[in-house]
């Protein structure tokens, strides 16, 4: 979608070209949206570089765009970066959840997918995943429901809701895999009842057997009060703009939002298992 604004800053045309959506038909989304403002700062467990170099632009330009952001899309907050574009002339803004396009103008602004039709390259996705890694060192995997199938030496990260189907249907298929550790954290994204549930599988004698049977057969977890790790696990999926569940993390910090089915999950965990530092290949998952 192009976007056209005005000199004075107002929304003048909309005009067609190619958009690629895919709805997000895997996931619970009921997460309230944070609202503009300037970009907040770096977030624990989150990466801020983007793995290479940012090419230089022209000052005057980057200036022109962000006043263009600030007076016109103000909802997204300022532009993390400023970069060209694959194609000469454009510019790529991103965002801590998406990229948009823009002429060096800043009169015209494409939101979608930038795809080259020659090799199938899907340079908005990549962008993405680039920007929405998280750093898996970081994480406090001691707060989480922790599973472990054969050796358990690959390891994933689970961000779950004790009432999202989605994330029962991705608990079944867990099962499934081997030489694999599953750290599920537990962050009530959906409702109050999403907030007892979590505190009682925490406080349960034994966390996994009280997540797994709720879960997979839908009995409630024995009632208990304790000094649980739910607020700060709420804490980290705001921080780490988790909004919808599940939400996969995997070893070499790519994140993917809804649920995989486990072919894809099994792919996923041998190519982030290869990308680890050697130093960290002999890494023991927690029993």
Same mark, same amino acid.
């Given at each position: 979608?192009?976007?056209?604004?005005?000199?004075?800053?107002?929304?003048?045309?909309?005009?067609?070209?190619?958009?690629?959506?895919? %709805?997000?038909?895997?996931? &619970?989304?009921?997460?309230?949206? @944070?609202?503009? /403002?300037?970009?907040?700062?770096?977030?624990?467990?989150?990466?801020?570089?983007?793995?290479?170099?940012?090419?230089?632009?022209?000052? /005057?330009?980057?200036?022109?765009?962000?006043?263009?952001?600030?007076?016109?899309?103000?909802?997204?907050?300022?532009?993390?970066?400023?970069?060209?574009?694959?194609?000469? /002339? %454009?510019?790529?803004?991103?965002?801590?959840?998406?990229?948009?396009?823009?002429?060096?103008?800043?009169?015209?602004?494409?939101?979608?997918? %930038?795809?080259?039709? @020659?090799?199938?390259?899907?340079?908005?996705?990549?962008?993405?995943?680039?920007?929405?890694?998280?750093?898996?060192?970081?994480?406090?995997?001691?707060?989480?429901?922790?599973?472990?199938?054969?050796? /358990?030496?690959?390891?994933?990260?689970?961000?779950?809701?004790?009432?999202?189907?989605? &994330?029962?249907?991705?608990?079944?298929?867990? *099962?499934?895999?081997?030489?694999?550790?599953?750290?599920?954290?537990?962050? $009530?994204?959906?409702?109050?009842?999403?907030?007892?549930?979590?505190?009682?599988? #925490?406080?349960?004698?034994?966390?996994?057997?009280?997540?797994?049977? %709720?879960?997979?057969?839908?009995?409630?977890?024995?009632?208990?009060? &304790? +000094?649980?790790?739910?607020?700060?696990?709420? +804490?980290? *999926?705001? @921080? #780490? !703009?988790?909004?919808?569940?599940?939400?996969?993390?995997?070893?070499?910090?790519? !994140?993917?939002?809804?649920?995989? +089915?486990?072919?894809?999950? !099994?792919?996923?965990?041998?190519?982030?298992? @290869?990308?680890?530092?050697?130093?960290?290949?002999?890494?023991?998952?927690? $029993?």
């Amino acid at each position: 979608m192009s976007v056209t604004f005005s000199r004075a800053g107002r929304l003048a045309r909309l005009t067609t070209a190619v958009l690629l959506t895919a %709805w997000l038909t895997t996931a &619970c989304d009921k997460a309230p949206r @944070q609202g503009g /403002g300037s970009s907040p700062a770096p977030l624990p467990g989150a990466s801020v570089s983007s793995g290479a170099a940012t090419p230089l632009v022209d000052p /005057g330009v980057e200036a022109r765009l962000r006043q263009m952001v600030l007076e016109n899309l103000p909802q997204l907050g300022a532009p993390r970066s400023i970069r060209p574009a694959p194609m000469p /002339g %454009w510019y790529e803004l991103s965002f801590d959840e998406r990229v948009l396009y823009a002429d060096g103008e800043g009169r015209h602004v494409l939101k979608g997918e %930038w795809i080259d039709t @020659q090799t199938g390259r899907n340079h908005t996705q990549e962008r993405l995943d680039q920007i929405q890694r998280v750093d898996f060192s970081a994480l406090p995997l001691q707060h989480a429901v922790v599973m472990k199938r054969g050796k /358990g030496t690959r390891r994933l990260v689970v961000f779950a809701d004790p009432l999202c189907s989605y &994330c029962k249907k991705l608990e079944q298929s867990l *099962g499934e895999l081997d030489d694999v550790t599953i750290y599920t954290f537990i962050i $009530p994204i959906l409702d109050e009842r999403s907030v007892t549930l979590g505190q009682h599988v #925490l406080c349960a004698p034994v966390p996994l057997v009280a997540w797994r049977r %709720w879960m997979l057969e839908g009995h409630p977890p024995p009632e208990g009060a &304790c +000094d649980s790790p739910l607020r700060k696990l709420a +804490d980290l *999926g705001q @921080q #780490l !703009r988790v909004r919808v569940t599940p939400t996969l993390v995997f070893e070499d910090g790519m !994140r993917v939002r809804g649920a995989l +089915d486990i072919p894809e999950i !099994r792919a996923r965990l041998s190519e982030a298992a @290869q990308r680890r530092p050697a130093a960290e290949q002999g890494l023991k998952p927690s $029993p």
